[in-house]
């Protein structure tokens, strides 16, 4: 079974700078990796993905996710957030392959101040 | 990616009652998601849904109160049956992309009083 940690449920930071989301996962098969965004009262929007390969990957609106399989992490960054980067964030993992459904984390509201 | 839509958007039902939520998806694909996101909680998923076969449903979800249909390769609805005010959440589909992203309709919030 896969599950998700995410270990922060807020992170305020005031704009324009940096922030990590940290995402963990625990499963026994190799996994995909996901980054969701929720904004207020809207679905889910992919941010990025890692499937195989560098584990360095970017997404969009100047989000990247470094993928680190010794530490089973996915942790998601950004150098400057902008006011309009307020919103839920849900890491989520799948086996590819095998088990299709996507298993999520808990989310972090990140909350950007002026 | 693919364009969802979902039908309604919002409910507010009352107990014992049922509401059937439709999914609409612009292209044809094979598999097809059912997930729950219950007040300030993440996403937790009820079924899988695939074309021609019975959806698979996760530990805690039942055929019974939750049924769903899945006609054809564009389409599929989910019921909540005799819902109580706990069935108080927002129902969401997906659906599978090319490369195992998966694409998320609005969602339909429901109200159960």
């Known amino acids: 079974a896969q599950s998700v940690t995410q270990l922060d449920s807020q992170v305020p930071v005031f704009e324009e700078a940096p922030v990590e989301l940290r995402c963990n996962y625990s499963?026994?098969?190799?996994?995909?990796l996901f980054w969701y965004v929720q904004y207020p009262n809207q679905g889910l929007q992919l941010l990025l993905k890692?499937?195989?390969?560098?584990?360095l990957v970017k997404g969009i609106n100047g989000f990247e996710a470094e993928f680190n399989k010794s530490q089973t992490s996915f942790h998601l960054r950004k150098p400057s957030v902008h006011i309009s980067d307020t919103a839920e964030y849900f890491c989520a993992v799948s086996e590819g392959t095998g088990r299709r459904a996507l298993t999520f984390g808990s989310g972090t509201r990140l909350q950007v101040q002026p | 990616s693919a364009v969802i839509s979902q039908k309604p958007s919002r409910d507010i039902c009352q107990r014992g009652t049922s509401l059937t939520i439709q999914c609409q998806v612009d292209s044809q694909v094979t598999m097809m998601f059912w997930y729950r996101q219950q007040p300030g909680q993440s996403l937790t998923l009820i079924a899988t849904?695939?074309?021609?076969?019975?959806?698979?449903?996760e530990s805690g979800f039942v055929i019974d109160k939750f049924p769903i249909s899945r006609p054809n390769l564009t389409f599929s609805t989910l019921t909540v049956s005799n819902m109580s005010p706990e069935d108080s959440s927002i129902y969401l589909c997906?659906?599978?992309?090319?490369?195992?992203?998966?694409?998320f309709g609005p969602g339909t919030r429901l109200t159960v009083t």
């Open positions: 997906s659906v599978e992309g090319k490369a195992y992203e998966q694409y």
């Open positions: 849904a695939n074309q021609g076969s019975e959806a698979t449903y």
């Open positions: 890692y499937l195989s390969g560098s584990t």
């Open positions: 499963s026994s098969v190799s996994v995909y």
